[in-house]
Each structure stands twice: as structure tokens, then as C-alpha cells.
């Protein structure tokens, strides 16, 4: 059944960037053409920047690029009904000030626009303002509940590393209750990450295979084709450990590791989240950290005959920087469930292809009856393919017709697009709403967060201190670096997958 989405204001901070322009208001606008909004709604931009209405709802809505294309085919009425729905209010010169001409505003927009006390705050500016805002807006008594709910959304990063983290979750804390406070990850609001959930827990066939008697390893892919683009300032300082691994592949691997939850309910499902993330073995020795950490960064090449830069190259990037695009660790999962099941997990930049996949390595059965099968060390593998080509690929054996018992492989697969008549929300969207809706289920609780920082803190520090340790270059365009493969020792290499889910990847032994 739909949930209801009361009446409500969105604040955006922040909203004269990249991120409101480029997925915040393309989201809205879809929810305002499937009819999710809420009939009383209004979205009021906060910025430094010099605006008025008219010059945020062109900005953001009717010159917008990233919505043209969908405009085109709109009707100028639904055009201005949406973009009616936008108002800009200028902080002045800075967002530490007194928010008490904001709060008028809101109050006025309130009034007019019957939207009732509710009002989500979405914090899109850079992080180091987050605290701030939280604070201005309790001075403005804009945090209390009595007139309404207040959520507050805030984007990652969630801290540069576990003390920081635990500084902003605290500080956000100080004015917002945590049941208020929405982390958002958008790789939770891809439909393909949420049906891990339902692959493990609506079906009997997996559930009882998922443990460390039949699994034999798990890998995790996520590659990007792009480089850094535009962001080059902000991923140096960030790389791809903290701006990929940290939250997205731990969301991703918390719902591989994690027990059944009791219901579907948010707290529920968070709580054993949380514990599958604490249940990752923090690496403590150098020779753990040396043996299970890799990382690398994309040097200058040709891909389909273009010249493509090298990270050092790109704008924004330190010609010096040992900033990793490249990154890939092997961890254990210390629990009942998962004791000696080794993790692989990789993401990188300027690969071959976009992907991101999860592959469970299933054990070769134990006793092998079919020994002329031609089948060593080709093993059951069930693989989840969050994007692209979003499906789900089991790999069997099956009887080559005819004398003996030879085996082949054989394709078992199901794909999102086979569903055509279901519209499948972007991520953005299905969280936007989530949270207009009250259900924190896909966005990241503040322990979920520093779980993930002290399993990932000792490989920064470790990094740190050795810039060149386990540091490699690979030409734009490759799988990363030769080296990595030293990481899956003694099992194979990584998968390299296509970017179709049937495509049978170019160099993997155990495929
Ligand atoms: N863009 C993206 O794809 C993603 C962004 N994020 C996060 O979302 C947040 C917003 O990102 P994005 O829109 O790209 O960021 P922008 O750099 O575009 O900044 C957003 C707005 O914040 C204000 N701002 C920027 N720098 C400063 C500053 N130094 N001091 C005060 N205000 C400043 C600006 O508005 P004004 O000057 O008008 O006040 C700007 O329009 C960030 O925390 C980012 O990490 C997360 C995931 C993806
Ligand atoms: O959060 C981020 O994600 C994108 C990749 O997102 P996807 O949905 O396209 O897979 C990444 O490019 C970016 O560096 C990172 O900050």
C-alpha cells in the first residue's frame, strides 16, 4: 500500500550547486510528474548566492540541462506548475548567520501555501557547514517539533575519518535528534542494492546457502569508466577508499553479511546492518594491511584511440598526488556465519567499464563424481548486478548431451529491464521521498557510519604513512594494476565483467 506523504516544505542549503541542479531537482521533478509530491508542497533554495525566485526557478528548473530533455516534452503548463513550487532566499554572505529572516520566510510560504509545519532541511553545501546550519537553525527555534516534524538530510561525506565523523554525528546530534538526522547514500536508494535484501530473505533457495559452508568467497566490484570530471579538487583530498568504499561498498557488503532481520521495519533492518559492519575484522599489523590493501592511480592512455589524461594531470589534482582512483581489500568477517569466507572488494576509476556487481563464489561441491567433467575450479556463482544491465546471473553445470559426463556452464538470469512495466525510481528520487515519508530505512544511522570508520581508519593511516606502499599506477582504460591479483592469491583473479550480465568476463580462470 502507497504511504502517505503529508504536506511539507523542502529547504535546500546549498541550492545553488551542482548536486540540487544536477540530482536534486531532476528527482523532485519526477516525483512531481508521477504524483508523489504531496498536494501542499513548496521547495525553498537557501544559498549565499544573489537570486531571486524568478532567477532559482530558472536555474534550477526551466535552463536546467539536466532537465531540457524531459521539458521538451512537457506542456508549458506542467512546466510552471513545477517550477511555481520553487522559492529562493538569500543568507547573505555566509550560511553562520541569523536564520530568523529564513524563518520568516518559511512562516509566509507556510501560510500561503497551507504546506503545514513539516519541513525537511537538506544540507547540500560543503560538509564543513553542516554543523553550522544544524546550530543556526535551533537558534531560530527552526529544529522544534511542535508545529510539525523537522528532518534534517545530510549528504556524505559523513566525516574525513573516524574522529571526525563521531564530531559531526555529535555536533548534528547537539540539535537534531538522531531520529531526525537522514544520512543519505544513494547506492541504498538503487533498487538493485534494496533487492539483496528480498534475494536473501523472500526466498528459501538462498538463505540456507548463504553462510561459510557452501560460500567459498565474495567478491565486490564497482568500477567507473569516467575519471575524476569535474571533481578534482574534492577527490584529492578524498580518494577512492573514503569516497566510495567507506560508504556505498559497506552499505553494499552490510547487506551481503548481515543477519535476518526480525521485520522489514527501519530500526530492525539498521540494527543488523551495524552489526554486520562491526563484525568486519579491523586490520591492526602492517603485515595484514600490506597483505590485504592495494590501491593505484590511472596514468595517461589511449582508450578507443582518444588520449585520455592521467589522474596527476586532471584539473584540480596535485601533480604530486598519491591519491588512490584505484582500490581493492581483502577482509574476513569475524561471526558464525561468515568465519574464513574471504571478502574482495575493489572500485576504481578509468576502468574498462561502468559496473557494479556482487559475486558469491559458491564451494566445489565435495565430493566430485564428474572427475573427466572438464569442470576444475569452475564453481557455482551467483551473481548480483547492481548496474548496469540490473539483473541477477546464476552459474551451473549442466550435461553436455551425448557419451560420459562432460559438464558446461550454463546461465540462469533474470533482468530489472524484463519488468518493463514497472517504473524503476532513480535513487535519488526513491530517497527524496523516503524521507518526505518519515522512513529512514535507506539512509545510514550515525553508528552504521563510524562502524564503517574503524574498519576503514587503520588502511588511511596505514596508507598515510606509506605513500608508496602498495601504491601501483594502471593505464586509464585497464582493470588496475597487475598487483591486484596478488590480493585473491591462491583463488584466481578478479572477474572483469562485461558490461552486459551475460558477458563472460576476458581473463578469469575461475569464471
Ligand atoms: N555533486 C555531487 O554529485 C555530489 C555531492 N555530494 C555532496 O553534496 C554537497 C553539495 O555538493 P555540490 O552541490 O556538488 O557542491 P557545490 O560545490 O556545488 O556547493 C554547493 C553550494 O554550497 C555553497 N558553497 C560552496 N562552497 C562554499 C564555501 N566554501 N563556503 C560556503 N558556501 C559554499 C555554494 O552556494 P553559495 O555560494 O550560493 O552559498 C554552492 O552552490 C557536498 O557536501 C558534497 O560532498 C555528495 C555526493 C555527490
Ligand atoms: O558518490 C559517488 O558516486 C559516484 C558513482 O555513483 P553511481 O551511482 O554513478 O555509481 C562516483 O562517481 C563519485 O565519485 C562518488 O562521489
Known sequence: MAKKTENQILVIFGASGDLTARKLVPSLFNLFISGHLPENFVVLGASRSDMTDTAFRKKVVTESTYLEKKLEKLDKEKIEAFSNKFFY?????????????????????????????????????????????????????????????????????????????????????????????????????????????????ANSIFEPLWNRNYIHHVEITNAESVGVEKRGGYYDKSGALRDMFQNHLLQIVSLVVMEPPI?????????????????????????????????????????????????????????????????????????????????????????????????????????????????????????????????????????????????????????????????VMEAYERLILDAMQGDATLYARADEVEAAWEFVDPILDYWEKGKDVRMYGYAAGVWGPENSHDLIDGIGEWRNPGPHLTDDPGYCVIC
Open 89 to 201: 532566499e538569500d543568507l547573505g554572505g555566509s550560511y553562520d548567520t541569523d536564520y530568523t529572516r529564513l524563518r520568516k520566510r518559511v512562516e509566509d510560504l507556510k501560510n500561503k501555501y497551507n504546506t503545514s509545519g513539516n519541513i525537511i532541511y537538506y544540507l547540500s553545501t560543503p560538509p564543513t557547514l553542516y554543523e553550522t546550519i544544524a546550530q543556526r537553525l535551533a537558534d531560530a527555534g527552526m529544529n522544534t517539533q511542535n508545529n510539525g516534524w523537522k528532518r534534517l538530510i545530510v549528504e556524505k561525506p559523513f566525516g574525513y575519518s573516524l574522529e571526525t565523523a563521531k564530531q559531526l554525528n555529535k555536533g548534528l546530534q547537539q540539535f537534531f535528534k538522531e531520529h531526525q538526522i537522514y544520512r543519505i547514500d544513494h547506492y541504498l536508494g538503487k533498487e538493485t542494492v534494496q533487492n539483496l535484501l528480498v534475494t536473501r530473505f
Open 263 to 423: 521485520s522489514d521495519a527501519p530500526e530492525d533492518i539498521r540494527n543488523e546492518k551495524v552489526k554486520a559492519i562491526k563484525s568486519i575484522r579491523v586490520m591492526k599489523s602492517e603485515e595484514e594491511l600490506y597483505e590485504n590493501t592495494i590501491r593505484a592511480q590511472y596514468v595517461a592512455s589511449t582508450i578507443d584511440g582518444d588520449k585520455v589524461k592521467g589522474y596527476r594531470e586532471e584539473e584540480g589534482v596535485d601533480a604530486n598526488s598519491t591519491t588512490e582512483t584505484f582500490a581493492a581489500v581483502k577482509f574476513f568477517v569475524d561471526n558464525w556465519r561468515w568465519k574464513d569466507v574471504p571478502f574482495y572488494v575493489r572500485t576504481a576509476k578509468r576502468m574498462p567499464t561502468k559496473v557494479t556487481e556482487v559475486v558469491i563464489h559458491f564451494k566445489t561441491p565435495h565430493h566430485q563424481i564428474f572427475k573427466d567433467s572438464g569442470m576444475e575450479n569452475r564453481d557455482n556463482k551467483l551473481i548480483i548486478r547492481i548496474q548496469p544491465d540490473e539483473g541477477i546471473l546464476i552459474k551451473f553445470g549442466v550435461k553436455v548431451p551425448g557419451q560420459g559426463f562432460k559438464v558446461e556452464r550454463a546461465n540462469l538470469d533474470f533482468y530489472y529491464s524484463s519488468l518493463a512495466e514497472t517504473y
